[in-house]
């Protein structure tokens, strides 16, 4: 994420490969670990959706030759991944697999928890069926038993592998996944890097990978699913690539980071216990309680604070820490069920390359005639179209001043009644986030601007 766990900076790419125990290809050198050692042990959508969705599996059981194999066995998976923030869940990722677009797309989600912290949310994984009946895999998540044996139930091989992005959330996946499909080709965004160091793609157990250019039109599966990529300059250690895709018969439009929708509701693959801890009044919550009395109660386990522990979560994951975390209700209605470009994202990122961000949604909106969007984090699908996806963008106009009042006028219609709601944040909110922003610029870690900023 948003992204959703991390924006611009915490968003690098390290010595980040995962090593999979229960994988007899992995190795140490096929696995990284980005920086500092930290251990990665562990281990519904209610929105304007898709009306096609459905739940196909909650779990995979535990049958024929895997008798002796426990639900949670199959669910397990160790990485080592670190510095500056290491991924749980630690030792068990449970895989939910839906439909979204019947006998074509399918999306597997796993939780993705921030360190030892109780924060956690979704991240997809988005399979296609192409013509020739091979899948195609975007993001991949972690390779579990039973994130692969609900893959295999689709009754096809996978064809492509591709990695649409430089974040280490998605590309510590990207190697050990490959190696349960050795005959698949594996396509890459284009500019990865790492840090502290900046090594190889081999060095995180990617081999022979392909890299994704901008429109091109001889990649194997262009006559089905076209790309575009945004290709920033540095906006800080390293350049913020991301890579669009367009199932044209789905008119379905897959980004990573680029856009969410924060469902009312928590995804199903969240933990409950991660709900009910971060419902806890904790430290954080006294921090940022606005001097008003924090009690110490236990959290008993029911709807209510599950539905709290989820708006606390979401709010830390996309603000660093709002203005108040007492009483989420109203921060988190002004952020839910609509699609908006993340706070993280939007400030860290996007604010310094709005000539590039904008170019890239331009080009999307022009050339793909989209009726859904499939993001990797928070809800999907998301029923939207190209109004939508331009009104969630509609701070760029801000930022770039008047050089764009040449725009097609019906967007500059969409963009001025509806992205000023989608992208407005509440500016106490937004305190920390805005304060994190100018100590890594004041440090160098981010740069102020990069092209067209309005000052």
Not at 101 to 115: D, M
Not at 444 to 451: D, E, F, I, P
Request: some cysteine; hydrophobic content about 40%; glycine content about 6%.
């Amino acid at each position: 994420m948003a992204a959703a766990i991390a924006g611009s900076c915490p968003k690098s790419g390290g010595f980040q490969s995962p090593i999979s125990l229960r994988d007899p290809n992995s190795s140490f050198l096929g696995g990284s670990l980005k920086g500092n050692f930290s251990l990665q042990l562990k281990p519904r959508k209610e929105q304007k959706k898709d009306s096609n969705i459905s739940l196909v599996v909650a779990a995979a059981a535990a049958t024929g030759s895997d008798n002796a194999t426990t639900g949670s066995a199959n669910r397990f998976y160790f990485n080592i991944t670190g510095f500056p923030f290491p991924l749980g869940p630690f030792l068990n990722r449970r895989t939910i697999r839906t439909e979204a677009v019947k006998g074509s797309i399918w999306l597997f989600e796993q939780e993705q928890a921030l360190g030892f912290s109780s924060v956690s949310t979704n991240i997809r994984m988005t399979v296609i069926k192409l013509k020739s009946g091979g899948l195609w895999v975007h993001a991949p998540i972690a390779p579990t038993k039973e994130c692969i044996k609900l893959l295999k139930e689709l009754d096809a091989p996978v064809e492509y592998i591709v990695l649409p992005t430089f974040a280490y959330e998605h590309k510590i996946f990207v190697g050990p996944f490959s190696r349960k499909f050795p005959k698949a080709q594996v396509w890459v965004a284009p500019r990865q890097w790492s840090w502290p160091l900046n090594l190889p793609l081999e060095f995180f157990g990617i081999f022979g990978a392909k890299v994704l250019k901008d429109e091109d039109c001889s990649t194997p599966w262009a006559d089905e699913i076209e790309q575009k990529v945004l290709s920033s300059p540095e906006v800080g250690i390293g350049p913020y690539v991301e890579v669009a895709f367009y199932h044209k018969r789905s008119r379905t439009l897959l980004v990573t980071d680029a856009v969410i929708y924060v469902p009312k509701k928590p995804p199903e693959c969240i933990n409950r216990e991660y709900l009910l801890a971060s419902a806890k009044n904790g430290l954080a919550v006294k921090i940022l309680s606005k001097g008003k009395k924090v009690t110490d109660e236990p959290v008993v386990d029911n709807e209510i604070n599950r539905q709290k522990g989820w708006e606390r979560m979401v709010l830390q994951i996309l603000f660093l820490g709002p203005s108040n975390l007492l009483e989420p209700k109203a921060s988190f209605a002004q952020m839910s069920q609509k699609l908006i470009v993340s706070p993280i994202v939007k400030t860290l990122v996007f604010s310094k390359v709005p000539e590039k961000v904008r170019d890239w949604i331009d080009r999307i909106a022009r050339d793909w005639k989209f009726k859904r969007i499939i993001p990797a984090h928070f809800d999907g699908p998301i029923k939207a179209g190209r109004a939508e996806f331009l009104a969630a963008f509609g701070f760029l106009d801000d930022l770039l001043g008047e050089r764009y009042v040449t725009r097609p006028s019906l967007a500059l219609l969409f963009t001025s009644f509806m992205g000023k709601a989608a992208s407005y944040f509440p500016p106490d909110d937004m305190k920390t986030l805005s304060s994190l922003d100018e100590f890594l610029v004041s440090v160098g870690a981010v740069k102020k601007t990069v092209s067209g900023r309005k000052r």
